[in-house]
């Protein structure tokens, strides 16, 4: 029942910035842990980056340490994916899940997720 909506997405120029939000509307995102996943054209799905239910705790794919920042903001059920410094391998479909959890850590591995956005187009070009 719970259902995810990405936001935020668009063209951006190398080295550039862009924000995508992940919401919700009946259920608290804070007893979830949540992921951003990315897909490529002719690629595997990439976990980016998640974040524990109920807390700050995070991981990130090595391929985006440093450059991204994941973070809830509660009050208004989002959950945030800041991307800086953005290259163009970063080209991607970006999707956001869901795993309920009220203790443990967070993974990258999209078998672990059980509620799934349709996703957001990132494009990195100039």
């Known amino acids: 029942q719970l259902q995810l909506v990405e936001s935020g997405g668009g063209l951006v120029q190398p080295g550039g910035s862009l924000r995508l939000s992940c919401a919700a509307s009946?259920?608290?995102?804070?007893?979830?842990?949540i992921g951003w996943f990315r897909q490529a054209p002719g690629e595997e799905r990439e976990g980016v980056s998640c974040?524990?239910?109920?807390?700050?705790?995070?991981n990130y794919a090595d391929s985006v340490k440093g450059r991204f920042t994941i973070s809830r903001d509660k009050a208004n059920n989002t959950v945030y994916l800041q991307m800086n410094s953005l290259k163009p391998e970063d080209t991607a479909v970006y999707s956001c899940?869901?795993?309920?959890?009220?203790?443990?850590?967070?993974?990258?591995?999209?078998?672990?997720?059980?509620?799934w956005g349709q996703g957001t187009q990132v494009t990195v070009s100039s």
């Open positions: 009946k259920f608290t995102l804070d007893y979830y842990h």
């Open positions: 899940a869901a795993k309920g959890a009220l203790f443990g850590r967070c993974g990258l591995a999209s078998n672990e997720y059980d509620y």
């Open positions: 974040i524990r239910s109920g807390g700050g705790s995070t």
